[in-house]
């Protein structure tokens, strides 16, 4: 088939790669600048609201999908209309909001925290009034790795939270003291012999530390999350994903902590596609999160979500560290050829790759280094991963 892809970042890449390998071809669209899809199909650059770029990159697409969710709602419409989109515009544009985002959780029978839209600045008296403080000001889109929000701990500072974030419409969240954060990861697909009937599938509970709002490390299975807890959300998200016709990868993300009332998960935000606390599936499961999506938007049968045990995924942020590069190149078996320092003086147009040492996975997206921005990361999977990740990471 010919996969329209909707972006060209790391994840664009590392679903291309699980999609070739399973023999279909890929088109992307991409804003202008930099991407790293070059080398992986026809990259079709330039403003995602031009009507004739859209029409040059849809033709002879089979099945349209996206790596992102903050392109225009309309672009994602458009295309829709020259091809099947899956998961659907709609399920973009739930997570686009994240007042609609909260609401679809509660419908689905999740807890989230207490909550207020902010569209303008005379809605933060009442906000704070509801909500109380500390808080977060969250932008409603647009908001990732911890971009687009403020911590509030004093109510006589939050208009100057609204003007730092642009005097755009916002809501306001609670501040949840959670014990740890867990995202879980599904794929809901249609088989091809039983064409009505939706399968899905859960990946173990990702347990996830973020470090100034980036995701640093994902460690699998999560522990102490109770599995009648799990059940319960488990079976919302299946909800989820069934109101929405839901076709490919879906991760919701969660805080968990302990409340009088017991354990409890928190929905935080939901992401339409495959996602960063996922990679470890590469190594790490039987079917990656990256091949199932593929399988699942093709309507192909889905693959096994189960488990080779462990695994730990760090993520290499703003630079690749100086002893992952020596060593690496040391004894690089590099899938594409290609050394680890070369990756920031080749940019754009490189692939990424991925070398195996000391039981550890490298994976370097081939992107320019900028500060927090993600490069690349790495997977131990098995015995001692937690170990085998952080030493190899430390150095
Ligand atoms: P988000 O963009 O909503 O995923 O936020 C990025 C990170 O900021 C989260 O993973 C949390 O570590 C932190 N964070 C976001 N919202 C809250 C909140 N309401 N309470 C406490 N921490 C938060």
Same mark, same amino acid.
């Given at each position: ?8 970042? #790391? ?14 071809? !890929? ?81 689905? $029978? ?17 906000? &704070? ?10 932008? &409603? ?22 003007? #730092? ?46 470090? /100034? ?54 929905? /935080? ?7 960063? @606390? ?9 079917? @990656? ?25 760090? /993520? ?20 594409? $050829? ?27 997206? $081939? ?24 030493? !190899?990471?430390?150095?």
């Amino acid at each position: 088939m010919i996969i329209g892809m909707v972006g060209g970042g #790391q994840l664009g890449q590392m679903l291309a790669h699980a999609g070739v390998a399973l023999g279909h071809s !890929f088109r992307f669209l991409v804003p202008e600048g930099e991407c790293c899809v070059e080398s992986l199909g026809q990259v079709f650059r330039g403003d995602l609201s031009d009507t004739k770029l859209l029409h040059e990159f849809a033709h002879g697409v089979d099945v349209f999908t996206f790596e992102w969710e903050n392109v225009p709602q309309a672009t994602l419409e458009s295309l829709a209309n020259m091809a099947p989109m899956r998961p659907s515009p709609q399920c973009a544009r739930v997570a686009k909001d994240r007042i609609q985002e909260k609401k679809f959780f509660q419908s689905a $029978g999740l807890n989230v925290q207490k909550f207020a839209p902010v569209l303008c600045e005379a809605d933060l008296a009442s906000a &704070l009034e509801h909500v109380g403080v500390p808080a977060m000001l969250k932008t &409603l889109g647009q908001g990732y790795d911890g971009k687009g929000q403020r911590c509030i701990n004093d109510a006589a500072r939050a208009a100057d939270a609204f003007n #730092q974030l642009g005097k755009v419409p916002c809501i306001l969240e609670a501040f949840v003291e959670f014990d740890f954060e867990i995202s879980l990861i599904a794929v809901r697909g249609y088989q091809p012999n039983a064409p009505s009937q939706a399968m899905t599938y859960f990946y173990p509970p990702c347990q996830n530390q973020h470090i /100034n709002g980036i995701l640093h490390k994902t460690s699998v299975p999560a522990q102490g999350v109770s599995s009648a807890l799990l059940q319960h959300t488990r079976v919302a998200m299946e909800k989820m994903m069934e109101t929405l016709d839901y076709e490919g990868v879906l991760c919701v993300e969660f805080f968990a902590l302990h409340t009088p009332l017991g354990p409890q998960l928190i929905a /935080n935000e939901m992401a339409p596609r495959v996602h960063n @606390s996922g990679h470890w599936s590469i190594e790490g499961a039987v079917t @990656s999160q990256f091949t199932n999506h593929v399988l699942a938007i093709t309507r192909q049968p889905l693959g096994s979500t189960a488990t080779h045990g462990n695994a730990v995924m760090i /993520n290499l942020v703003g630079t690749i560290p100086a002893h992952l590069q020596a060593q690496h190149s040391m004894h690089s078996h590099a899938r594409a $050829g290609m050394l680890v320092e070369d990756a920031p003086a080749a940019g754009a147009a490189l692939d990424q790759t991925a070398g195996q040492l000391d039981d550890v996975t490298v994976h370097i997206y $081939g992107k320019l280094p900028r500060a927090g921005r993600k490069l690349g990361h790495i997977t131990a999977v098995g015995e001692n991963a937690k170990h085998r990740a952080e030493r !190899f990471w430390n150095g």
